[in-house]
């Protein structure tokens, strides 16, 4: 990949994180407070989740992951 082909790769990365910023901003806007929140917690519980069973499967360093996870807690 040459340096042209890298800047694009990065415009077009920025273009679509602002284009779905504005949409997450937009339906945030419309829809209520608990409808949206619900769904942020269905998404981050699948997120601990599968940090979980990549855990129990050895696929992850467990100390690190949960050092990790109780710093989060913590703040």
């Known amino acids: 990949m040459n ?3 890298f800047e694009e790769r990065q415009r ?3 273009r679509q994180r602002r ?3 504005k949409q997450w901003a937009e339906y ?3 829809h209520d407070d608990a409808e ?3 769904q942020q917690n269905k998404l981050i519980n699948s997120q ?3 940090a979980n069973e990549l855990v129990k499967s050895g696929a992850t ?3 690190r992951f949960y050092e ?3 710093k989060l807690r913590k703040e």
């Open 61 to 63: 360093d467990p100390v």
């Open 48 to 50: 601990l989740r599968s």
């Open 3 to 5: 340096s042209d082909e």
């Open 12 to 14: 077009n990365n920025v």
């Open 36 to 38: 949206w929140s619900r």
């Open 19 to 21: 284009a779905f910023i």
């Open 28 to 30: 945030v806007r419309t």
């Open 68 to 70: 990790a996870r109780d």
